[in-house]
């Protein structure tokens, strides 16, 4: 299998350089993750190896077979959802369209008929007779259930038809893989799926992706985007952290000690300049040309302050939740569910995408009413909101500045500033126009006044989509110290990990609760932490046989 190469490339927008004559080499048989913080340009240079997007200047070279993930969502309404996946291997796909031509033909040619055994004899090459079990495969891995198979593309909602479109992009065992953000719509069981397929992919793989996991996980390199250039590290995103901390700091070690030998040197010459050494002030003059200091530019990477305050804290019974039932068409979201919520705890809602977190949040919210049982918030609860759908709760007409102060007209402006400073709105950012936020930016502002209104409640509902990894190393930061009760709807393990002492999962066999940690619940621990419902060692342990199914994480 061949590799990827990137030669001289530059690319700008205005006056914004995203990259200047970059040239790396990304090798067969290797997995490099594409970081850098928003805007930075991961997405812009996958484009360009794909050949979406033309570079200012420079060459790129890609293997032949090489995929690449679209997110053109609706451009397949038409088709059946297994064929959808085989048009990833346009050879094979060709030559089953040519083939079906020839075969609707009433009478064949001798050339048609010599044509038609050179078409079985590729099918067989590309391994085209098992192309449909090895498609359902790929789909049942992703999570799109087998009946979803031979139906049309615009018979399914939208998150799945990413999915469809992601085994599109992993048929055939192309040469290279083009992945941005592979992980998107997935829920943890389809993430575990795809890490363990990626694992023993033996092309070469670049991927975009916000999950610090997906990218411990999966990757034997990462291709950092900072100082308009490329930088590749081996290991996984934590250790190209680490590794490139220390080359920082050895740097600065390094200018530190020039610039003191330096202002020796100078001292030196500044002395003895006019008197009898001339001799020795030369050779320190000579010495100090040689002295140059390495050129430390600055990193585009930043990472926001989230401290969630409380004004007043909550009753210690925060939340009572008795017989919730809520039962959907095809789908029963809860049924006779019971939990009791004491201040402080931080609940993870977890599960598989269309299970009813969003659902569970709605009705933690009084925006949706159970079909049975009650939901009982303590006293003095103040409840603060980050809707999965939130673009409509940020009114429009108005600048960032303006719409934070309205939630606290007391505030000294000074004070608003600094919260949108610490959330990257920097100088004239804060006069943004709400309407022109992009997706990132929508949830940071959020997240602003969710830090000036210091509720005592949160709930946040996928809060993590459109956040690039820095914000959300700082979200589970922020989570972790927060003194108030947390519910927070993700997919993100490394997020979950990092604050949460409960769980709140939904499984096959419905939504649990488990009071203990994710990692408890992921290793099946049940003698550490977690405990059971109702008290019985056999709750316990079908907890446990609970957590493991809907996991499948042995």
Request: proline share 3%; net charge negative; with cysteine.
């Amino acid at each position: 299998m061949a590799s990827i190469q990137v030669n001289d490339l530059t690319k700008a927008y205005g006056q914004k350089k995203l990259f200047q004559e970059v040239t790396v080499t990304f090798e067969a048989a290797r997995r490099y993750g594409i970081t850098g913080p928003n805007g930075a340009g991961k997405s812009t240079f996958l484009k360009i190896l794909s050949g979406e997007l033309e570079p200012d200047t420079g060459t790129v070279f890609c293997p032949k077979r090489t995929s690449v993930l679209t997110q053109n969502q609706f451009g397949f309404e038409s088709w059946r959802v297994l064929d959808v996946v085989i048009m990833g291997h346009t050879r094979l796909w060709a030559t089953l369209a040519e083939k079906a031509e020839l075969l609707a033909k009433p009478e064949l040619t001798e050339a048609e008929g010599t044509r038609l055994g050179e078409l079985e004899a590729i099918i067989a090459e590309e391994q085209g007779y098992s192309a449909e079990a090895d498609a359902g495969e790929l789909l049942s891995g992703l999570g799109v259930p087998e009946s979803d198979h031979e139906r049309l593309m615009q018979e399914l909602p939208g998150g799945r038809k990413l999915r469809v479109l992601l085994a599109q992009a992993l048929f055939g065992n192309p040469d290279a893989l083009l992945l941005d953000e592979p992980t998107n719509n997935l829920d943890m069981d389809s993430i575990r799926w795809l890490e363990r397929f990626l694992c023993e992919y033996r092309g070469v793989l670049l991927t975009v992706s916000h999950d610090r996991r997906f990218l411990n996980e999966v990757c034997t390199d990462i291709a950092d985007i900072d100082y308009e250039t490329i930088i590749t590290y081996p290991g996984g995103y934590d250790d190209m952290v680490r590794a490139k901390g220390q080359v920082r700091t050895k740097v600065e070690q390094q200018n530190a000690e020039r610039t003191k030998k330096i202002d020796q040197l100078r001292e030196f010459v500044a002395r003895f300049g006019a008197g009898t050494r001339a001799s020795q002030v030369q050779s320190r003059k000579r010495a100090m040309e040689k002295l140059t200091l390495t050129d430390l530019k600055r990193s585009n990477i930043e990472r926001p302050f989230i401290q969630f305050l409380v004004k007043k804290p909550s009753s210690k019974q925060t939340l009572v939740i008795e017989g919730l039932t809520k039962r959907w068409p095809e789908v029963t979201v809860c049924e006779q569910f019971r939990a009791t919520i004491t201040r402080g705890e931080k609940v993870a809602i977890i599960g598989r995408t269309g299970a009813g977190k969003t659902t569970l949040c709605k009705m933690l919210m009084d925006e949706l009413r159970p079909d049975a049982g009650s939901i009982d918030w303590g006293t003095q609860t103040q409840i603060g909101y980050l809707a999965q759908d939130h673009r409509g709760d940020i009114a429009a007409a108005m600048n960032i500045t303006e719409w934070l102060h309205a939630f606290d007209p007391n505030a000294k402006l000074q004070e608003i500033r600094g919260l949108l400073g610490r959330m990257l709105f920097k100088g004239d950012e804060g006069t943004k126009p709400t309407e022109a936020l992009s997706g990132g930016e929508a949830v940071r502002l959020i997240f602003s006044k969710l830090m000036l209104t210091k509720d005592n409640v949160l709930i946040l509902d996928e809060p993590t989509n459109h956040l690039d990894l820095e914000s959300i190393i700082a979200l589970g930061a922020g989570l972790e110290k927060y003194e108030g009760t947390a519910f927070v709807v993700t997919h993100d393990r490394d997020l979950v990990s990092s604050f949460a002492t409960r769980i709140f999962a939904f499984t096959e066999e419905g939504l649990i609760d488990w009071q203990g940690s994710f990692d408890d619940f992921v290793e099946r621990r049940a003698s550490v932490g977690p405990r059971p419902r109702n008290g019985s060692a056999q709750s316990r342990e079908r907890d446990v046989l609970r957590a493991d199914m809907a996991l499948q994480l042995g």
